[in-house]
Each structure stands twice: as structure tokens, then as C-alpha cells.
């Protein structure tokens, strides 16, 4: 698999923070993405991690990325808003668009929010996790299709022409679990193969062909022309399109050219249909009785969404963060360029307590 190198979530947050901050991004905004980079380190989901982080120092270098770009709120209605993210970080404004819509859920009880101009806004987990805290139940879409333009295949199609196409939904439980629904709609997330890629590891059967349409294992065989696969055959493929739709709400698409793309979230106010308190006890104890159930043999116990995700958070909190060698190498390449420091003199006492292990 390669070799790695374990870093405490602290000091991987410093690096980001630092190394963000070297490429003109303002310190509240290198903070925020560096946080939820990590986060989805801990949560289980390299893929959506610091590996990204060398992408998008290069599209800041290539002019792509404005590091400083505030998201601006356009177009709002007592339960609507646009919101312009001036290509600035995705994450940074996926944050504050998700952050609006609770607060206008406060009156408005339902939310929806579409944005444009955003550039990538990593792991939608983060946001329907952002929702669950605040009592919401938080709904995350992002579509991206047209002729010959993505990476997966529609169902019984022989070129790509959607992206991976993911959904989220966050749903508070009363405790530190929320459900997260979180998935590509292709059998596995492009972020995966990246991954992959780095540690010299093969890929899951089904999930890919090449580019002559045979079915592959090998992360090569994707990046010299292959293709992903949607999850469930037409099943998948229907909620593919569907995110399309959703983001299409933007008005991001191109009649002549035939693509629709966009990010869309919705919030709900779950007080404005029945007591959060009791909601959360009865999602808790549905959940509980779900994984109640004897678990089939070759499993050790039923578990529901969000369970792995708060377990790798637990473990990796504890133990730290394994990072590949080539996902490092980078890092230092990117910090010997920009004079930053990896060192952990970087970490600040604020970002120990950000990471605090809970009871310790």
C-alpha cells in the first residue's frame, strides 16, 4: 500500500492552515477550509481530505481559485437565496450558505439555497453534519452532466457524461452520531481513485472500465481514458440525473450545449412540524431498534449512517491521521515553494482544543 505519514489532526490542520495562508487566502478562510479538510480526514473520508489540498493550491496559482472571494447572498426570499461564490473556496462557501439557511429556517421553517460561481466544495457530509448540530435536517446536492462531459457513463451509454454526481442528508439524533447519508451516485467517488492512486492500490471491482469499455480494478486504466460506473444500474443513474436538475435551479446550464450542473441544499426546521426533543428520541430509538437486528453471517454488528464516520473520527482523534507518501512529498514541495513550515511549532493552542478528544 505504500508508506504514509501520521500526523496528529492539530498538526495536519496547521499545515493546511499555513500552507493555504502562503497562497494569498485570508487567515478566517484558510481556518474554516483547513477545518473541514481535516474533518473529513477523521471522518473516514480521505478522498475529501488534505490529499486535495495540492489541487487547489495549484488552481489558485493557475488563476482558477480566488482565495479571497467572500460569498456574496443574492436573489433572497423569506425562504430562497443565491449565493455567489465569486470562485472563491467552495467549502468556505458551501459553509456560510448552509449557515444562512439555518438561520432563515428560524422564521421560514423550510430553506433552500442554490449556488453559483462555486468552486469544489468537498465532502457534502460536512454540511449535512453542519445542519444536523443545529437541529435541522440538512439536504445536500451536487450535478454535473451534459453530452461527453463527466466522467461516469449513464445507464446502458458508452461515454461518460456525468459526474460523480453525489447527495447528503443529515438528520439530528440528540447526540454526537447524526444520520449522514453521504454517497456518490457512481459506484465509488472520483476522490477514491485519487486515493487510491496514491497508495498503489487496486479499485473495487464494478466500479470502473476502461477505455474501451472493459471492466478494470486499476486506477491507470481510469486516468488513461476509463470511466466510472453509476451504483445500482438505473437506480443510480435516475438520482444522477436528478442532482443535475436540482443544481440546474442555479441556472447553470447551457441549452445548446445540453449540460446542467449546480449545487443545491435545502434546510428544515424540524420544530415547525413536530418537537425536536421528541423527534430526536424517537430517530434515536428507530436507529437503536434498526441496529438491534442479528447481524448476517460475515458481519459483526448492523450499523446506520453515520455510525463509521463518528468511530473514525474517535479513532483518528486518538491515534492520528495517516497520510501517503506521495500526498506528503507534495505537501513539502508546495511548503519549500512557498517558504511555509510544516513544522508543529505551527500548531497553535486553539487548534489542540479544536481536537480535543472528548472526556480527555
Not at 497562497?23 to 490529499?51: C, F, K, M, Q, Y
Not at 481510469?222 to 460506473?229: A, M, Q, R
Amino acid at each position: 500500500m505504500g508508506t504514509t505519514h501520521c500526523f496528529q489532526a492539530s498538526h495536519l490542520h496547521a499545515i493546511t492552515r499555513q500552507l493555504l495562508m502562503a497562497a494569498s487566502t485570508p487567515r478566517h478562510i484558510a481556518d474554516e477550509v483547513a477545518g473541514i479538510l481535516i474533518n473529513a480526514n477523521l471522518a473516514g473520508h480521505d478522498s475529501h481530505g488534505v490529499l486535495r489540498l495540492p489541487g487547489y493550491l495549484r488552481s489558485i496559482e493557475d488563476g482558477g481559485l480566488v482565495p479571497a472571494a467572500e460569498p456574496a447572498f443574492v436573489n433572497e426570499t423569506a425562504n430562497t437565496v443565491r449565493v455567489d461564490g465569486g470562485h472563491g473556496f467552495g467549502h468556505y462557501t458551501a459553509r456560510k450558505a448552509m449557515e444562512r439557511g439555518i438561520e432563515k429556517t428560524k422564521e421560514a421553517a423550510v430553506c433552500g439555497m442554490s449556488l453559483v460561481r462555486n468552486e469544489h466544495i468537498g465532502r457534502l457530509g460536512e454540511y449535512a453534519e453542519q445542519a444536523a448540530r443545529a437541529g435541522r435536517i440538512g439536504i445536500i446536492t451536487y450535478g454535473n452532466g451534459g453530452r461527453a462531459r463527466g466522467s461516469t457513463v449513464p445507464f446502458g451509454g458508452a461515454k461518460g457524461a456525468l459526474g460523480t454526481n453525489p447527495i447528503s442528508v443529515g438528520v439530528p439524533t440528540g447526540d454526537d452520531t447524526p444520520f449522514i447519508v453521504d454517497f456518490a451516485t457512481s459506484v465509488i467517488a472520483g476522490g477514491k481513485i485519487q486515493f487510491a492512486h496514491s497508495r498503489g492500490a487496486d479499485l473495487p471491482e464494478g466500479a470502473i472500465v476502461d477505455k474501451h469499455g472493459n471492466p478494470s480494478v486499476k486506477t491507470a486504466d481510469f486516468y488513461d481514458g476509463g470511466s466510472l460506473l453509476a451504483f445500482g444500474l438505473h437506480k443510480g443513474y435516475a438520482l444522477s440525473l436528478l442532482t443535475c436538475l436540482l443544481g440546474g435551479l442555479s441556472g447553470t446550464f447551457d441549452v445548446e450545449q445540453g449540460t446542467m450542473r449546480g449545487v443545491f441544499m435545502q434546510v428544515i426546521n424540524i420544530d415547525a412540524f413536530t418537537p425536536l426533543e421528541t423527534y430526536q428520541q424517537g430517530v434515536r430509538a428507530f436507529l437503536d431498534g434498526i441496529k438491534s437486528i442479528p447481524p448476517a453471517p460475515g458481519f459483526d454488528e448492523v450499523l446506520v449512517p453515520g455510525d463509521f464516520e463518528q468511530r473514525s473520527r474517535l479513532q483518528r482523534l486518538a491515534d492520528g491521521i495517516e497520510v501517503p507518501d506521495a500526498t506528503y512529498q507534495q505537501l513539502q514541495e508546495w511548503a519549500e515553494k512557498s517558504d511555509a513550515s510544516l513544522s508543529e511549532e505551527t500548531v497553535e493552542p486553539a487548534d489542540v482544543q479544536r481536537y480535543q478528544v472528548s472526556g480527555t
